[in-house]
């Protein structure tokens, strides 16, 4: 008996969930090699870059940091998507989580790589990257980063397993190849109620531990700016304004996961309107305070007057960078607040439509603090602009290129959402749920004691 | 302990740009050309910059040459993830070429923008190569450089002295722009010794610093009567 015919003898469950990983159909293959050509672009260019040095780039001095870092911030902002928003929601015990977490924690595990790797490729001397572990400076920026995001690295990809242990020795006792993978990866896992007790606990810690790695790796991101003396970087701002970006773009990129994976495995019985509709409320609640927190930042700015600042601040407003500053305002506010504040549009496309401007919008509000400030130095207002060479667009086009490879690949390997959660919600969580809403009902006056 | 410092009477600046020539033969500094001029991706240590006030027939421009300031407390040093930079002792901040990682955080961090980058290999042409200063390692590609306050000349008046069993005198240890200057408006001394001119300049009514609200504290003082 074949994969696929074993496969489709199962139940509901488990037959559409395991369904993409013994069936691929030819699209799936036209858009993995699609992809996985313009992450060899990307390489290709990385390597010209590697034999010419950074003069590949369209950087200059005072723009000595450009869309390398700006995809940096992006991709790891990206990949608060998962864990965080994974791990609130199991610790709030919202319920609807149980279809959506799984494809969440996958975003972030392998975009983490991808946002990670952008500061190397940006170094001048890549040869001598490990000088950062051999002559490390404690007092570095950098090197916290380093270390936030290897631990963020480490949390996620463990809180990314261990709750998929039970699917993984469900796939080994069913057979499914390659053999070896799943027996491997199921580490001898049996699925008695002592060891789902043991597993459910392991969850439930790793779900509260990660929550502040998660918080300080996108502070930590947000202080390399902050703590230099650069007009509009120098601000106590940044450290929860981009906590907050973060999973602002980490909510739209997972809505968009959602919303290809439910149209490709169609999978509209696991990812259902509700759901959207839950998402688009977050992303409503996260697109308010981004406005909030951006308001603050450019009033303390403007109402100070200091003239570097000033500077910096109406390039943004009306000058050289009006532009993309006015589209990210429309991207990231006035695009997904129109849409997600009425019931009517927060269904799949209006969701999706939203995610999709608040990425773009995301990726232009890094671009709006990393170039209008460097072309600002405080001494010189140099005529100097900053064009991005085909080499940066092309790693660029090759990173976002390369993780949806990888995602593509996972979703034939691991079942993207969880098997045991969906069936332990059918068997166990109704009834939970309403004996904890009865625990919050008033009790009987006559048997509480006074 | 000396504490090296620089005082450059602006009054006195003609703008002949004798020290950025200076300090390019002293320290090697690559020939860049009309090319990398256009991409802004020049490498200077030291630039005479023009300044101009007000608006014709009231105006009025000034030269203000600008090597790095050797700040007593540094915003590059701490940033940089290797220590590949840093204050020492004597107050010059020093630069590991060969440990640099090239993320230029410091150039970014430095409120004077006084950091360069190596963007390609380094050119000397070769009519210039019989005038390279062998005491002066050049830049590979990819590291970020800046002025050292010539302090391989430091060492090398330090070892004369030795040998001539005697202290350090003040003109011992004068860097190229400073020495290259037609109308002394640079001295350079220490600023602890009182007998050293720049240590009189440095409280002078006229003197100021470049940015001093920011508190990074720079060795190179400006005077002029009209700040």
Same mark, same amino acid.
Not at chain 1, 251 to 254: C, K, S, V
């Given at each position: 008996m ?6 489709s ?6 037959r ?8 691929t ?11 996985a ?14 034999r010419?040095?950074?003069?590949a780039?369209?950087?200059n001095s005072?723009?000595f940091?450009?869309?390398y870092?700006?995809?940096?911030v992006?991709f790891?902002?990206?990949? &608060? ?11 709030a015990?919202?319920e609807?989580?149980?279809s959506?977490?799984?494809s969440?924690?996958?975003?972030t595990?392998?975009?983490i790589g ?7 490729l940006d170094l ?7 000088n950062?572990?051999? &002559?490390?400076q404690?007092f570095?920026?950098l090197?916290?980063d380093v270390?936030s ?9 463990i809180?990314l397993?261990v ?6 020795a ?8 390659? &053999? ?11 699925d008695t ?5 043991t597993?459910?606990?392991l ?5 509260v531990?990660?929550i ?7 502070t ?7 703590l230099?003396?650069?007009p ?10 981009f ?7 980490g909510?739209?990129?997972?809505i ?5 994976l439910?149209?490709?495995y169609?999978?509209e019985?696991?990812f259902?309107?509700v759901?959207?509709?839950?998402m688009?409320?977050?992303?409503l609640?996260?697109?308010v ?5 951006t ?10 007057g200091e ?8 390039s ?6 009006a532009f993309?500053?006015?589209?990210m305002?429309a991207c990231?506010f006035?695009?997904?607040?129109a849409?997600?504040?009425r019931?009517a549009?927060r269904g799949?496309?209006?969701?999706t ?24 130095p405080r ?15 092309s ?6 290129a390369?993780?949806v ?7 034939k390997?691991?079942?993207i959402?969880?098997?045991?959660e969906i069936q ?7 009834e939970?749920?309403?004996?904890r809403?009865?625990s ?11 | 302990?000396?504490?090296w ?5 602006l009054e ?7 020290c950025?020539?200076a ?5 090697n ?8 001029a ?5 490498i200077?240590w030291?630039?005479?910059h023009?300044e ?18 050797h ?6 040093t ?14 010059i901040?020093?630069q ?9 955080y ?5 409120p004077?923008?006084?950091k360069?980058f ?12 019989p ?9 590979p590609?990819g590291?970020a ?26 003109h ?13 408006a640079?001295v ?12 009189a300049?440095?409280? =002078?009514p ?12 720079p ?7 009209? =700040?």
């Open positions: 074949t994969d696929f015919e074993t496969v003898r199962l139940p509901q469950d488990e559409v969930l395991l369904m993409p990983l013994v069936r159909t030819r699209i799936f293959w036209i858009w993995a090699a699609l992809m050509a313009t992450a060899l672009w990307g390489g290709f260019a990385y390597a010209y870059q590697l010419r040095g950074l003069g780039t369209g950087l005072p723009e940091w450009g869309i870092i700006i995809c940096f992006f790891i902002g990206i990949s &608060h998507a998962g864990t965080l928003i994974s791990a609130i929601l199991r610790v015990n919202a609807w989580r149980r959506i977490t799984r969440a924690e996958f975003i595990v392998l975009v991808f946002g990670a790797v952008q500061p190397v001048g001397r890549p040869d001598r990257v490990l950062i572990f051999l &002559h490390a404690a570095s920026p090197l916290w270390l995001i290897g631990l963020y690295f480490t949390a996620s990809s809180y397993y709750p998929m242990i039970p699917d993984l469900r796939i080994r006792d069913l057979g499914i190849r390659p &053999h070896v993978l799943y027996w491997f990866m199921a580490i001898g896992y049996r109620p002592s060891a789902r007790h597993l459910e606990r969850i439930g810690v790793l779900a531990a990660v502040p790695i998660a918080v300080s790796v996108h930590v991101i947000g202080w390399i700016f902050a230099t003396l650069k509009m970087w120098h601000s106590a701002i940044f450290g929860p304004y906590v907050v970006g973060a999973i602002f773009s909510i739209a990129a997972l968009i996961a959602m919303a290809i439910r149209r490709v169609h999978l019985a696991y259902k309107d759901h959207f509709n839950n688009g409320l977050l992303l609640v996260t697109t305070l981004w406005l909030y927190f308001f603050a930042e450019h009033l303390t700015v403007w109402y100070g003239a570097a600042e000033l500077a910096t601040l109406y943004k407003l009306t000058g050289q960078f993309s500053f006015w589209l305002v990231c006035v695009v997904p607040f849409l997600m504040a019931r549009t799949v496309i209006g969701t439509v939203a995610s999709v401007a608040v990425v773009i919008g995301m990726w232009l509000e890094r671009y709006n603090i990393v170039v209008p400030t460097s072309l600002h001494l010189d207002a140099p005529q100097v602009s900053y064009l991005p060479s085909w080499v940066e667009l790693i660029m086009a090759g990173t976002l390369g993780f490879f990888v995602y593509m690949v996972a979703t390997f691991f079942p959402i969880s098997i045991w332990e919600g059918r068997e166990k969580s109704v939970e749920v309403s004996a809403v009865a919050y009902l008033p009790d009987d006056m006559a048997t509480v004691d006074s | 302990m000396a504490r410092g620089m005082a450059i009477d006195r600046c003609n703008g002949c740009q004798a950025e020539i300090c390019r033969s002293e320290n500094v690559a020939v860049g050309g009309p090319q990398v256009r991409e802004h991706r020049t200077s030291m630039r005479v023009t101009i006030e007000g608006e014709w027939p009231a105006i009025r421009a000034r030269f203000v040459p600008r090597p790095c300031m700040c007593d407390r540094p915003p590059c701490l940033v940089c993830p290797v220590e590949a930079t840093s204050l020492d002792s004597e107050g901040v020093n590991i070429y060969a440990r640099c990682i090239g993320c230029r410091c150039a970014n961090a430095c004077y923008t006084v360069s190596n963007w390609r290999s380094p050119e000397h042409p070769a009519s210039t190569l005038g390279l200063n062998p005491d002066v390692s050049v830049r590609v590291v450089e800046k002025c050292t306050f010539c302090s391989h000349r430091l060492q090398k008046a330090r070892d004369q002295a030795r040998v001539e069993q005697r202290v350090l005198r003040e011992d240890y004068v860097p190229a722009c400073a020495e290259s200057c037609p109308t002394g640079i350079f001394g220490d600023l602890e010794d009182p007998t050293h001119r720049v240590a300049l440095a409280h =002078d006229r003197a100021f610093r470049l940015e001093e609200g920011l508190g990074t504290q060795k190179v003082y400006y005077l002029s009567r009209r =700040d």
